[in-house]
Every structure is written in C-alpha cells, then in structure tokens.
C-alpha cells in the first residue's frame, strides 16, 4: 500500500463556457486524486480539456460544478488571497511558450516569484542559483532570453517553476516547441525531480514524453476515463 499523502483531489469536476449563447462543455465530472511525489501525464487531442484541468489543479481557474481540493482547502469557497498563495509559494507553472521577459537576465526571470513572495535577498540569491544550477545553467545567470536556445529557454522557465519550492509542478505542453534534443533534456530534468520526490503534472500530447512519468491519464471529450501505468524512463 502507498504511503503517499493525498495533496489535491478533483471529484466530479465539470467546467463549462458560454460563447455566443451557446454553452460549450470542456470537462465532465472528472475525479482525479494527486498523491505527493507522483509523476503524471495527462494525455489527450487538441481540445479534450487537458488545459483547463491543469488550469484548475493550479487554481487558476476554478470548477462550475464538483469540487476540488488543494492541500485540505477547499478551492471553490477559497477566496482570492487564499488563492494567490496557492499559486505564488505552492504550484510552479511551466508553459510551452515559456514566459520569458525578454529583458531580463536568467537569473532575473528566475527571481520574478519573490516579487509577490518577500524573502531576504540572501535567500533570494541562494534559490535563484540553486533552482539555476538544478537545471545546468549556472554559466548562463547574465544572459537574457534572446542569447539562450529554445531548450535553455525552457530550462529557466523550469527553474523559475522550482524557486519557490513550490508542492506540485505543472507543466503545460512543456516540450511543445523544442527540437528532439532539447525535448529529451527537459525530460531528463523532470525525470530527476521526480527522483528527488518532486510532485509533476504534465500535459503532453506527445506518447514518448508522457511515457516518461509514472501514469498516464487520459482525456477524451472532457472525460477522464483511465489510468495505466507509464514506462517511466529515466
């Protein structure tokens, strides 16, 4: 029996938009427990809701019915400061695009997190360049973006991600726009978290990339409708 601790439980969990009049229906009561240190993919067509789920495990958005729990609170009756310090000091974000600011340095992208998080700044500096090195990119903490390839690029958003040690990674199609190379780099570093007990959720539409978590879930329609065990490569 595991002994992991359940950090975020979504029980039927339905989220819906009205476009046009029209009521467009992404998820469908899914229910999906996250145990600490687990290593998930979320697999699933362009359009089967897996980012709004991830939006709404790192409570940037919040279910239209069912509820969902994030660390024993309950995020649909959370209020907006509750939320904020969800999202700032216990979920890192990793995005396809990155999110860069293009003129700042690697080391000011990483430390964008304290900004609504106040830390000394000696703790500052010693986050910054551990998350920075967990990456490999201690030899690049002056540059900015433009002076970085797309998977460094990547890298730094997942340092960034890392700064605030934060409960859980989600990460949103996080080897979209990177080469083979870069694709496999960026999962020999998720793949390391892991191992030290980082807790990832990953969306991927890429069968190779999910491959390397633990389980695969699978989106279909707005509907979660199984788990199997992933090869887990490391």
Not at 146 to 152: A, K, P, Q, T
Not at 184 to 208: A, C, P, Q, W, Y
Request: aromatic share 4%.
């Amino acid at each position: 029996m595991s002994d992991k601790k359940l950090l975020a439980r979504a029980k039927d969990v339905s989220k819906h938009y009205t476009m046009g009049g029209r009521r467009i229906e992404v998820l469908r009561s899914v229910n999906l427990d996250l145990m600490e240190g687990d290593f998930m993919a979320i697999m699933g067509r362009s359009g089967s809701g897996k980012s709004t789920l991830l939006h709404i495990l790192g409570c940037l958005d919040v279910p239209s019915s069912g509820t969902y729990t994030f660390d024993s609170l309950d995020v649909n009756s959370a209020d907006d400061d509750q939320l904020s310090r969800i999202r700032g000091r216990a979920v890192g974000f990793v995005f396809q695009d990155f999110h860069l600011l293009s003129a700042q340095t690697v080391f000011e992208n990483v430390a964008l997190p304290f900004l609504y998080n106040k830390v000394d700044r000696k703790v500052v500096h010693h986050r910054v360049e551990e998350a920075v090195g967990r990456v490999g990119l201690s030899d690049r903490l002056e540059h900015r973006p433009s002076e970085l390839s797309g998977g460094e690029m990547q890298r730094v958003a997942i340092a960034r991600a890392l700064v605030v040690q934060p409960r859980v990674i989600l990460a949103d199609e996080p080897t979209g726009n990177l080469d083979e190379e870069s694709s496999r780099e960026v999962m020999r570093i998720f793949t390391s978290l892991h191992n030290l007990g980082v807790t990832i959720v990953m969306v991927t539409h890429d069968k190779e990339v999910a491959a390397r978590a633990e389980t695969i879930r699978v989106l279909r329609q707005g509907q979660l409708e199984r788990e199997e065990a992933a090869a887990g490569v490391s």
